[in-house]
Structure formats: structure tokens, C-alpha cells
């Protein structure tokens, strides 16, 4: 089976910095999918890694480590709109399908003036 | 072009009755995936097509839930005596293909109460 964690909820202020971690332990590993989720909202996708290191799209970047079972998720310059759920996901080439994602539980972001 | 949509987008039935969920995916995307999202729970997989055909069956709860494709496009969802833990919002993505990069695009969900 697998397991994602990740917290629950944190909070930031904006014009800020904020990293959302995630670990997984998975029987298999190919691909780890970052996703953000408005109130009401489908998930909108943000990022993707397979391998090791940091993958950069504007003021959001995703981390990876293999060998570790972990990711994070960096977002700078915060912004008012940013506040929504972050959600981690993981393609198990063994579980889940061979492609459908393993979600956690996601991470409530809130940002305050 | 247009996204993911899905129909109905809200629906109420009573404990034991069958619904029907659909999803019409992007134009020209192969794979489609059915996931289920409770109320402080995380998406849950249930089934993904590739084409018409369904690799993986095993994140359907119960056999009371199928699903179908035709035509590589429209999907369906149908649960069969529904019961009340049934009760959520259940979403559809496709994406190009399967596996590697390709990012799967959420449709606004069905939000799915049993009463």
C-alpha cells in the first residue's frame, strides 16, 4: 500500500515565503504530482518531478528526494489567492493503478494580510 | 478548448437507489480516471481508462460501483444501491496519455449525497 502525509493546515503571511513538505513511503515510485484546490474547486495541477532536485515554475518550485520518500512544495511572494489546498500525489508503478495518483490528505494553506 | 466537464453537478438520491455519473473528458485525451473525494478525507482513486479499456478495477470500494467507456470518450460511473458512506464529490480527470509527465485535468465533480 502507501501512505502520504503531509500536514494539515499552515498559515502565512503575504509577500512571504512558505514550503509545504510531503513524505510518502510507496511500494513503488514513478512520479510525484503537486496539486492546488480552491473551496468548491477541481485540483488544478502544479508541478511534476521524477527525479532528484528542484523543478522551478515562477514563484512556485517542487522538490524531490528519492531515496528519502520525500517533496516539498515552495511558494514565494505570497499572494491573497494562494490560500487553497495543496495537495501530493504519487503514481505507484504497483498500486493505485498503473497510473492513477495516491492523493494525501492536503494541506490547508491560509495567507493573512 | 473546453476542459473536463461531468453531469449532473449536484446530486440527491435516496439509500438503495442506482445513479449514473458522467464524464466527458478533454477532446483527444486517452487516459480518464474516476477519484472520489470525501468530506476531510483525500482523493481517493477509483479506476482509470486507457482508451476503452480499464488496466486497473481495484480502487473501485465495492461491486456495486462499475464504470464504462465508449467511443475512447464519454465515461460513466453508475453505483448500484447506493448507501449513505456513498455520499461525496466524485471527480474525473483525463490527461493525454498514461503515465510520465502528463498532467491530469479535474473536471468540477459531481457532489453525490445519499440520503
Known amino acids: 500500500g502507501q501512505n502520504i502525509d503531509q500536514p494539515t493546515e499552515m498559515t502565512a503571511t503575504e509577500g512571504a515565503i512558505v514550503q509545504i513538505n510531503c513524505t510518502y513511503q510507496?511500494?513503488?515510485?514513478?512520479?510525484l504530482f503537486w496539486y492546488q484546490q480552491h473551496a468548491g474547486e477541481a485540483p488544478t495541477f502544479l508541478s511534476y518531478?521524477?527525479l532528484d532536485g528542484l523543478e522551478e515554475k515562477g514563484r512556485f518550485s517542487s522538490f524531490l528526494s528519492r531515496s528519502k520518500g520525500y517533496s516539498y512544495l515552495l511558494l514565494k511572494e505570497l499572494q491573497m489567492k494562494d490560500s487553497a489546498s495543496y495537495l501530493c500525489?504519487?503514481?505507484?508503478?504497483w498500486g493505485g493503478g498503473a497510473d492513477g495518483l495516491t492523493f494525501g490528505k492536503g494541506t490547508h494553506l491560509i495567507i493573512q494580510p | 478548448g473546453a476542459g473536463v466537464s461531468q453531469s449532473p453537478s449536484n446530486k440527491v438520491t435516496e439509500k438503495g437507489k442506482d445513479v449514473e455519473l458522467r464524464c466527458d473528458p478533454i477532446?483527444?485525451?486517452?487516459?480518464l480516471y474516476w477519484y472520489r473525494q470525501s468530506l476531510g478525507q483525500g482523493l481517493e482513486f477509483l479506476i482509470y481508462?486507457?482508451?476503452?479499456?480499464?488496466?486497473?478495477k481495484s480502487g473501485l470500494p465495492s461491486d456495486r460501483f462499475s464504470a464504462e467507456r465508449t467511443g475512447g470518450s464519454v465515461s460513466t460511473l453508475t453505483i448500484q444501491r447506493t448507501q449513505q458512506e456513498d455520499s461525496a464529490v466524485y471527480l474525473c480527470?483525463?490527461?493525454?496519455?498514461?503515465?510520465?509527465?502528463?498532467?491530469?485535468?479535474f473536471g468540477p465533480g459531481t457532489r453525490l449525497t445519499v440520503l
Open positions: 477532446s483527444g485525451h486517452t487516459a
Open positions: 480527470a483525463s490527461s493525454l496519455t498514461a503515465g510520465g509527465p502528463n498532467e491530469q485535468f
Open positions: 500525489a504519487v503514481r505507484d508503478r
Open positions: 510507496t511500494s513503488g515510485f514513478n512520479g
Open positions: 518531478n521524477v
Open positions: 481508462f486507457q482508451g476503452n479499456s480499464a488496466p486497473d
